[in-house]
Structure formats: structure tokens, C-alpha cells
């Protein structure tokens, strides 16, 4: 079964943003030129279980749910410090041992059980990250495979595998999607680490051989954490792809393996000061402090503050009060500008985008080096452009 996951944009609601998509779905700003599209969503389903009313909120506009249960995390011993993780339904009494087909069996249903719950309308499977080159998880995800296949007290539901891979070994991530059979309509690719913002050419070249790869076996793909780069991934032909909203939209499973003591204490790490902000003019989210330095000068903070959609559109509060509102309706534009494109002309968009985005850059850091403050980092889209042109003066490109 094709999933159809719209524009591709998928933001990743929880704890921390839950407030502001609120605001932003279902939208009754009389000022509004149409409502948020906003086909799927990603939900952290530890949060959900708990406050679950937004979800209805999201349904009644429309919008279809994964609902993530973070699998891969309880591999992990320093999981059981996590108190909402350990506090979900399908929480297993113990680290799991992906050698023991029982433990991993019951945990598979558990999940299944706590999404079908939520109303999730596809689920979401349990994967995991292989410690070593060498550790092979393809048994373990067969388990997963068969459990989904067998648990026939639940609603019928599309299949997402979720597929975790090291970028040191992505060969080991593709002998494992080679390894899935059909059951799924997509995979979950999640590889670490990835600041996909911020990575050479050669890394992101790699990083979308392998979606690529997975499209060709006929997968649908979600791109994990990557939804930074939503719209050059959507030219390349990937389905789609997830993030927060404005955080430092990265990924590195070695930080679960650590005690994560703000957890328990309900904060967030992209609150307070610390918040970010996704500028469209700049291609790049921008931390909340580099923010406030930008607006002192004249001539960089005219060229960040030209938002007219319904997050900024006739208001005057503080711009960065409307972080997270502006980042989902920002990634979601970005995305429909590129999806509604002949796929032929994507790829071109998308790089004459970044090349404007470069130009606004350089002319921001002009007025900045006027004013003796330090400049905004031109690598990350230097990066990307570079990725960009080799992709389309390669053969497979024409």
C-alpha cells in the first residue's frame, strides 16, 4: 500500500511544541489566507498518552498520525532514567535483549497496542542501531515483522519499519533494507549522526543514496530527523521527512545512551533563550540569541523580518514569540513550493533557492561585519549547494 505523505514535510509534535501547533491547525486567524497543510504528523507517543487532546485537534484538520514510540531507545539501560518512557504502557520491566524472541515479541505488541490506542494511522515499528560493524539485526527485525503480521487483535493498519543505521556503515543499512520483506508500505530511515543542515557533500550524497536505495526496492521513505532539508530531499525523490520545530534539527542516537535528567524534569532543551527559528530568506534556523544580535542591526534585520503568513501577519509581539508557529508554517511553504513542481524541475528550484538564500546571507553578514558582530556561517549552504550541483551535472540527473 503507497502511503501518500503530501508535500513530505512532517513535523514532530511533543512536550515542547504541542502549544504551538495547536495555534497554528485549525487555524480561525479570520486574516488567514488558507488553513495549514499539514497531511502527517509525527507524535511522541509517551507525551501522547498523556495529553492526548491535541490529536483530535490534528484529525479534525485532517491531518494522519505516526505515533512514535521510541524503540530503538529501550535497547538502552540509561532509558530506565527516562520517566516517560519508563511510565508508558509499552514499557518493558527490563533493558531489552534483542537476542531474547519473547521479550522482543511482547515489546513489538505492546507498541502496536499503544499506537492502534492513539489512533495512529499507520504504525510505526520497532527498530534499532547496530552497536558494531559487525552486529547483525536482521533476526531481531524479522521478530518485529512476524509479531506485526500475527497481532490480529488490532485495527489493520499500513506498516512503517523504522530502519536505524550508522553513517560509519551504510553498507550494513542496506544489506538490512535489502533484508525486509514487503509487509511495510514504508520505511523509517534513521541514521546517525546526522546534522544534515550542516554535513559535507560526500556525507549527503550518502545519507540519500541510501533513501534512494530504499525507494528502489519500491519502499515509501520517511527520512528521519531530516525534514531540515525537506525540499532538496523531495527533488531527490524522497517521500518524505520529519523534525522538530525550531531546534538544532539533528540526530545522534549516543546522547540516549546517556542519563537524560531534563526529562524527568518536563524542560525542554529548545525553550526559553535558547529557542531557535527557521528563516526561509536564509535557508538556516537560527538560535535565539543570534536572533536578537541580528535585529540590532538595521540593514541584516530587514532582510529576517519579512513574514506575511499567519504566524507574524499582523502582530507585534516579540518575532521570536512566534518561533515554533513560524517554523512549522515556514518548513510546510518550503515543502509545498518543491511539490508543486514538476518532479523535472525540482532538483533546479531548488538549487537556484539556495543560491538566493547565499546571496541573502552574504548581504546580512555585510551589514553585520559594518557593526563589528560576528558573521552567520556561509558553510552550511556552501555545502549544500556543492551537494546540489553535483547532483545535477551527474548522468542520472538529465
Not at 521479550?103 to 534499532?128: I, V
Request: aromatic letters at 8%; a negative charge.
Amino acid at each position: 500500500m503507497t502511503l501518500n505523505f503530501g508535500h513530505g514535510f512532517l513535523p514532530r509534535i511533543g512536550v515542547d511544541n504541542y502549544k504551538a501547533v495547536d495555534r497554528c491547525v485549525g487555524s480561525t486567524d479570520l486574516f488567514a489566507s488558507r488553513p495549514l497543510e499539514l497531511p502527517w504528523a509525527v507524535v511522541d507517543g509517551a507525551w501522547a498518552e498523556s495529553a492526548p487532546a491535541l490529536l483530535d485537534t490534528l484529525r479534525a484538520s485532517g491531518t494522519q498520525l505516526l505515533v512514535d514510540t521510541f524503540g530503538w531507545r529501550y535497547r538502552y539501560d540509561a532509558t530506565r532514567d527516562v520517566d516517560k518512557l519508563t511510565a508508558a504502557t509499552w514499557s518493558p520491566s527490563c533493558t531489552l535483549n534483542l537476542a531474547d524472541r519473547a521479550q522482543l515479541r511482547s515489546f513489538a505488541e505492546a507498541s502496536l497496542r499503544a499506537q492502534a490506542a492513539l489512533g495512529a494511522d499507520a504504525y510505526l515499528l520497532p527498530g534499532w542501531f547496530p552497536e558494531t560493524n559487525s552486529e547483525d539485526l536482521r533476526a531481531a527485525y524479522e521478530v518485529v515483522l512476524e509479531t506485526a503480521c500475527d497481532t490480529d487483535d488490532i485495527d489493520a493498519r499500513p506498516l512503517v519499519a523504522f530502519v536505524g543505521g550508522r553513517i560509519a556503515n551504510v553498507d550494513q543499512v542496506v544489506q538490512l533494507i535489502e533484508h525486509i520483506r514487503h509487509y511495510p508500505s514504508a520505511l523509517y530511515i534513521q541514521l546517525t549522526p546526522i546534522r544534515l543542515h550542516k554535513d559535507s557533500p560526500s556525507k549527503l550524497e550518502a545519507v540519500v543514496d541510501v533513501y534512494r536505495h530504499a525507494r528502489e526496492r519500491d519502499f515509501d521513505v520517511i527520512a528521519g530527523y531530516a525534514g531540515a532539508l525537506t525540499p532538496a530531499l523531495r527533488a531527490l525523490g524522497v517521500d518524505a521527512a520529519d523534525a522538530g520545530l525550531a531546534t538544532a534539527e539533528a540526530f545522534d542516537r549516543t546522547k540516549a545512551r546517556r542519563t537524560q535528567r531534563r526529562a524527568n524534569r518536563g524542560e525542554s532543551s529548545s525553550g526559553g533563550r535558547q529557542r531557535r527559528m527557521y528563516f526561509q530568506e536564509l535557508g538556516q534556523s537560527l538560535p535565539g540569541d543570534v536572533v536578537e544580535r541580528l535585529l540590532e542591526v538595521p540593514a541584516a534585520a530587514a532582510e529576517i523580518r519579512g513574514c506575511r503568513m499567519p504566524c507574524h501577519r499582523f502582530r507585534n509581539d516579540p518575532i521570536m514569540d512566534r518561533g515554533r508557529e513560524h517554523s512549522l508554517y515556514a518548513r510546510v511553504q518550503d515543502a509545498q513550493l518543491v511539490d508543486s513542481l514538476p518532479p523535472s524541475m525540482r532538483a533546479t528550484s531548488v538549487h537556484e533557492r539556495l543560491l538566493q538564500q547565499r546571496s541573502t546571507i552574504l548581504r546580512v553578514n555585510g551589514a553585520l561585519a559594518e557593526s563589528d558582530i560576528s558573521p552567520l556561517d556561509i558553510r552550511p549552504i556552501d555545502n549544500q549547494l556543492a551537494w546540489m550541483s553535483r547532483w545535477l551535472s551527474a548522468p542520472a540527473a538529465a
